[in-house]
């Protein structure tokens, strides 16, 4: 894998061109900025992949499989592969025993054989353990990984089947040829400083031009975002739902470790009109990965999913387990849960959508790996198959396939929380009872749109606790997601008006951003008697909740300089 911003001289270079800064990425540069005439390299493959996720990686290894002669490449924004990577994570193994059949005899560096499974409902000072797992978190047969550490492991077997693997390498833009057919990507700037200006060590981005263009940028991913709309990817499907995901790895006592145990958990500290619940799950080696999940479509202005993450850690079931251990690692991620009714097409003109980008985790078993493997690899097979390297077609493949068939059986049990706790659990058992043969389908509706307004918000009695537990705050919960970016770049939280966060959205929503953020980014500062939006952009671990959850459609996250972001460890 070549460095953060560097490239290999293996040839692919193939010309230079010329372009105008006017065609830099949306934000970058200020638009008053006078064009500047900048000469970019301009690599070309048969096929570029944005995203070193499980999706990703498993289409470039099974491309290569099928048809060793393609150029292959993959782009990635973390400095290292797996250093953005966020998740449980549970997975089924079966799609990839399908695509490295060998996996097993040489496992990714963590990887726990799932054990027993416990599902339990919390109050403030207790809980009732099911004596039922729910079907759809019954884990025999899978595996407890870090993603992380996973996509690490599965990186170099892609390079050794000859894909080229750049980490550090941020895609900015896409590229269209005349007709508006996607031709690639460009690859940010490096080097510009908060003004615009090209600071000394300035490097322009290179242009990466392909015949087909794969995107499995995780949940929100800000190209696809752009390309749903230029080509109405989404005309005939409800808005895509998410929740934040909020993680970390913590070090106890190994006596304090049952390796493969599973625990999933609902209640409290959510009110019954929110949906949220737990994992924990132990590892080897005297580690325990824990986290919460708040979904986004939650009303109440006042919420803080990163406190309510806090406050469950400081159960009394829990607390026993942590005390006297060590934080590692902490992190926040999008999870997308939109479903069956919230999918895209996942084709336009020389692209295809795979992953968590197309939107196929399945919400009831907390699971999106084995999907994003299976479309990945139905991608490959599909463009292995086409002479001509024709996305066409894969939109109706994929529909067909096992991995919509397994989101259409849950697509009405997420939605059915919206109508509350109870009655979304009576309509989960139905749904599960019925294999989802319900003759209707519940709809979604954009998670913005959920928020109440101050004074007609109903206001549950949160019933918090005191917590005593690490991280004290959210900063120093960035600390432990290792954040770095450089403080001198443009800020990539795009805020179309800033002057609405200090006047419209203060009085109707008290500026939520400044809570459903977990890392602090927004805050609203006081300066000689008048309000401003202050932000942090430092901080950001790269959730992209700010983009989902704003109600005023105002916040765009964009990719900041490549490396930048998160450095999760075995996360």
Known sequence: MAPAGQTRDNGRIARKSTASMSEQPTG???????AIEIERDVMEYDVVTVGAGPAGLAFAIRLKQLNPELSVCVIEKSSTIGAHILSGA??????????????????????????????????????????????????????IVSLGAMCAWMAPQAEALGVEIYAGFAAA???????????????????????????????????????VTVFAEGARGHLTKRLIKRFELDADSDPQGYSIGIKELWQVPEDRVTP????????????????????????????????????????DPDYKPWEAFQQWKNHPLIKPLLEGGNLVSSGARAIVTGGWQSLPKLEMPGALLIGDTAGLLNVPKIKGTHQAIRSG????????AQPQLDSAGFDAKLRASDAMAELKKVRNIKPGFKKGFWFGMLNAAWETVTAGGSPWTLKNKADWSSLDKLGQAEQPKRDYADRTLAPRDRLAGVYFAATEHD????????????????????SEYGNPCTRFCPAGVYEIVEEEGAKRLQINAANCVHCKTCDIKDPYEIITWVTPEGGSGPNYQNM
């Open 28 to 34: 970058t540069v200020p638009s008053d900025t006078p």
């Open 90 to 143: 549970v997975i089924e193994p079966g799609p990839l025993d399908a695509l490295l059949p060998g996996w097993r005899d040489n496992p990714p560096p963590i990887c726990v054989p799932a054990g027993q499974d416990e599902f339990w409902f919390m109050t403030k000072t207790g809980g009732y353990k099911s004596p039922i797992v729910p079907p759809d978190m019954n884990n025999h047969g899978n595996f």
């Open 173 to 211: 833009d896409t590229l269209h040829d005349a007709d508006g057919r996607v031709a690639g990507v460009r690859i940010g700037d490096m080097g510009i400083a908060k003004d615009g200006t090209h600071k000394p060590g300035f490097t322009a981005g290179i242009d990466i031009r392909a015949k």
């Open 260 to 299: 493969g145990k599973i625990v999933h958990s609902v209640g409290w500290p959510a009110d019954s009109r929110t949906y949220g619940g737990s994992f924990l799950y132990h590892l080897d080696k005297g580690r325990i990965a824990l986290g919460y999940v708040s979904g986004l479509d939650y009303s």
């Open 377 to 384: 690899m139905l991608a490959a097979e599909h463009l292995a």
């Open 487 to 506: 403080e001198d770049q443009p800020v990539h939280l795009k805020v179309a008006d800033t002057n609405v966060c200090v006047t419209q959205c203060a």
